[in-house]
C-alpha cells in the first residue's frame, strides 16, 4: 500500500501547477496585464523556447542503452489502437465536414494518449511500485517526447496544409477577426499532394521542438555510449530554460481560461468526453497494447495506470498554438489533474485485488 508520505509527495509536485495556472488567470481575468495579442505571444513563447529546452534535458539524461522495450513496444501498440479509435470515432460522429473530421482525430488522439508522465507520473509510481517504475515512466516520456510529440506537430501542420490551406502556424493559428481554422477550412480547397509535402516538410524543419526531440537522441546515444559529460557551462545554461517548462505552460493556460467566459471552456459535455477518454479510453487501449505483448503482474499494472495518468500539458500548448481545440485540451489538463489523484489511487486499489 501507499503511504501518506508518498500521497503527499505527489501533491506537492501537483500543487504549483495550480499556483503557476493561478497567476496566468488573474493576470488576465483580475488584474488586466496582459491583452489577448500578447497572451498568444507568451503562448509562442512557450511553444519555441520553453518546451524545445525542456524536452532536450530530460531526454538527454536518459540513457537510451537500458531502455525496456518490451513495455514501450506495449505503449505504441495502445497508442496506436488510440489513433485508429480516434479516426474512426471521428469519421463516424463528423462524415459530413472533413475539417471536423480530421480535427477530432487529432484531438481524440491527444486526450486519450498523451500524458503527463514527468510530473505527476514519476512521484506516483515511484510511489506505487518503486524505483523500476519510476525508471519505466521516464522512459516512456522520453519516447513520448521524441515520437509522438513531433507525430503530433507532424498532424497538425498536415491538417493545416490539407484542410486549411496551408496557413502560417508558427505566427498566429487564429486570423485578427477571430477566425477559427475549422471555419476558414470550410471556405478553402485543400493542397494537392507535393505542395502539401512540401510546405509541412519546411514548417516541421524549422520547429524548435522537433530539434530539441532529435539532438537529444543524438546528444544521449554518444554520452552513453562513451560516458561523455556537458560541461558544467552548458548545462547550466539548458537547466535556466528548461526549468521554465511546465511553469510557463501552465502559466500560458491561465492565460487562456482567463480569456474564456468560463472556466469551463468548451462545456460540460466535451468535458466529461474528455476525462472519458483520458481515464477510461487511454486505460483500456494500454490493456490491449499490453496484453498483445504479454505483459503480466506488477508490470501490467504500471501499463494501466500510467495510461491513466492527466492529461499532458504540451498537447494544450500546441492546440492552443495551432487553435485546435484549445478549449477542450485546457478543460482535460486542468480538471484531469485535479481529480486524476482518486481516479488513480481506485485503479491501483482495483488492480492489487485482481
Same mark, same amino acid.
Given at each position: ?55 532536450? +534535458? ?117 486570423? +485578427? ?54 560541461? &558544467? ?54 490493456? &490491449? ?8 503482474? +506488477? ?12 492529461? &499532458? ?42
Amino acid at each position: 500500500m501507499i503511504a501518506l508520505g508518498d500521497l503527499y509527495k505527489v501533491v506537492e509536485a501537483m500543487a504549483p501547477l495550480y499556483f503557476a495556472l493561478g497567476l496566468g488567470y488573474g493576470s488576465v481575468r483580475w488584474w488586466r496585464f496582459f491583452t489577448a495579442e500578447q497572451c498568444g505571444a507568451i503562448n509562442t513563447l512557450v511553444v519555441c523556447f520553453s518546451m524545445p529546452f525542456f524536452t532536450f +534535458d530530460f531526454i538527454v539524461r536518459t540513457d537510451p542503452f537500458a531502455m525496456n522495450y518490451r513495455v514501450i513496444a506495449a505503449d505504441a501498440v495502445a497508442k496506436l489502437l488510440a489513433v485508429l479509435a480516434a479516426a474512426a470515432w471521428a469519421r463516424c460522429a463528423k462524415a459530413k465536414a472533413k475539417a471536423g473530421s480530421c480535427s477530432w482525430s487529432i484531438t481524440g488522439f491527444s486526450l486519450a494518449s498523451l500524458n503527463n508522465t514527468l510530473v505527476v507520473g514519476v512521484p506516483l509510481l515511484d510511489a506505487m511500485y518503486g524505483k523500476w517504475a519510476q525508471d519505466l515512466i521516464v522512459q516512456i516520456a522520453v519516447v513520448q517526447s521524441i515520437v509522438w510529440f513531433p507525430l503530433l506537430l507532424l498532424a497538425f501542420e498536415l491538417r493545416k496544409a490539407w484542410v486549411v490551406g496551408g496557413v502560417p502556424s508558427f505566427s498566429s493559428a487564429t486570423d +485578427d477577426d477571430g477566425t477559427s481554422d475549422d471555419e476558414r477550412a470550410r471556405r478553402v480547397e485543400p493542397m494537392s499532394m507535393l505542395p502539401m509535402a512540401r510546405t509541412v516538410g519546411l514548417k516541421l524543419a524549422r520547429n524548435p521542438n522537433v530539434y530539441a526531440s532529435v539532438l537529444g537522441v543524438a546528444w544521449a546515444c554518444v554520452a552513453y555510449r562513451w560516458r561523455i559529460g556537458m560541461p &558544467a557551462i552548458v548545462t547550466g545554461s539548458l537547466q535556466v530554460m528548461s526549468r521554465t517548462g511546465t511553469g510557463m505552460s501552465m502559466f500560458s493556460m491561465g492565460l487562456f481560461m482567463g480569456q474564456q467566459e468560463s472556466i469551463v471552456a468548451c462545456g460540460a459535455g466535451l468535458a466529461a468526453l474528455g476525462m472519458a477518454l483520458r481515464f477510461v479510453a487511454g486505460p483500456l487501449a494500454a490493456l &490491449a497494447g499490453a496484453a498483445a505483448l504479454g505483459l503480466r503482474g +506488477d508490470v501490467l499494472h504500471f501499463a494501466i495506470i500510467q495510461a491513466a495518468l492527466p492529461q &499532458a500539458i504540451a498537447s494544450f500548448v500546441w492546440a492552443k498554438e495551432y487553435g485546435l481545440h484549445a478549449d477542450v485540451l485546457s478543460t482535460a489538463v486542468i480538471f484531469g489533474t485535479l481529480i486524476s489523484l482518486p481516479v488513480l489511487m481506485a485503479y491501483y486499489a482495483v488492480l492489487e485485488i485482481m
